[in-house]
């Protein structure tokens, strides 16, 4: 009865919790996004600019 395509609870030797493995078909590695993300992040600049980017840079929330 054991299905090989499930996940499985495997315990981490010294953690308090444990770890689920892969699920089938999935890429367990961390998506890191694409590089106009990556070049964004990097010069701090969101992408293409709107009519009111300069007005929300400037405006100052209220102090309550």
């Not at 890429?27 to 709107?50: I, M, N």
Request: hydrophobic share 20%; proline share 12%.
């Amino acid at each position: 009865m054991t299905d090989d395509s499930r996940q499985r609870i495997e315990r981490v030797p010294g953690a308090r919790r444990a770890r689920l493995t892969p699920a089938p078909g999935t890429d367990p590695e961390p998506d890191t996004g694409t590089d106009r993300q990556k070049d964004a992040a990097a010069t701090g600049d969101g992408g293409t600019k709107g009519p009111n980017d300069e007005r929300l840079r400037q405006d100052v929330p209220p102090h309550y």
